[in-house]
Structure formats: structure tokens, C-alpha cells
């Protein structure tokens, strides 16, 4: 019943631009503090960006590298949180995952492959 389906990702050229979406039903999305993970091969799963739900505490937050080219936003009346990443770099090839988490339960979307290539 829970879902958690990301899109948007591709291929793209060196300093190109993409948007990720993720879509949620099952749950009360508000509720949740939303979250993108990255997992590039050899790599273990680092946190990209994260922003809050209603009642979770916390702010808007970025991997430091990240800082400035990426930009994560949430429409909770859409149950959509969204990642805007700019100036891409090869390094940021990776497995992006949308992630949702309240102080019960945490969910896991299955990912989409980023890959910035010439």
C-alpha cells in the first residue's frame, strides 16, 4: 500500500540540469520528514537533502558538497517532494532515493539512475 515512486532520472551532460520527483500514497505525506539518498557503485548510501513534515522537527538540510546546485521542495497537497540538481558533476552519477520518515516508520523508494556523462 505504501509507495514511494521516483522519476525524472537520466542521462545528462556535465553542468546540465534535472529534476527528480518523487510521489507518495499509503501514508499521511504531511506528516513525514522527506529525504533524497545517493548511492554510487562502490560508495555506501549518503544523505543528499532532507526537509521536514509538519510535526518532525528539524529544517531544510544539505550534504555540504551539495550546497548551492541542489534544492529539495515538497508539495504536500501534490504528496510530492521534488530535488532540483544544477551544475551537474560525473561525480554526482549515482542511485537516488526518495526516503520518508516519522518517529514510527520509515519508507524507501526503489530509486532512479542518475548519470552525468559526456
Known amino acids: 500500500q505504501v509507495q514511494l515512486v521516483e522519476s525524472g532520472g537520466g542521462l545528462v551532460q556535465p553542468g546540465g540540469s534535472l529534476r527528480l520527483s518523487c510521489a507518495a500514497s499509503?501514508?499521511?505525506?504531511?506528516?513525514?520528514?522527506m529525504s533524497w539518498y545517493r548511492q554510487a557503485p562502490g560508495k555506501e548510501r549518503e544523505l543528499v537533502a532532507g526537509?521536514?513534515?509538519?510535526?518532525?522537527?528539524?529544517?531544510?538540510n544539505y550534504a555540504d558538497s551539495l550546497k548551492g546546485r541542489f534544492t529539495i521542495s515538497r508539495d504536500n497537497a501534490k504528496n510530492t517532494v521534488y530535488l532540483q540538481m544544477n551544475s551537474l558533476k560525473p561525480e554526482d552519477t549515482a542511485v537516488y532515493y526518495c526516503?520518508?520518515?516519522?518517529?514510527?516508520?520509515?519508507?524507501w523508494g526503489q530509486g532512479t539512475q542518475v548519470t552525468v556523462s559526456s
Open positions: 526537509i521536514p513534515g509538519i510535526s518532525t522537527g528539524g529544517r531544510t
Open positions: 526516503n520518508a520518515k516519522n518517529r514510527f516508520t520509515d519508507y
Open positions: 499509503g501514508f499521511t505525506f504531511s506528516w513525514y520528514a
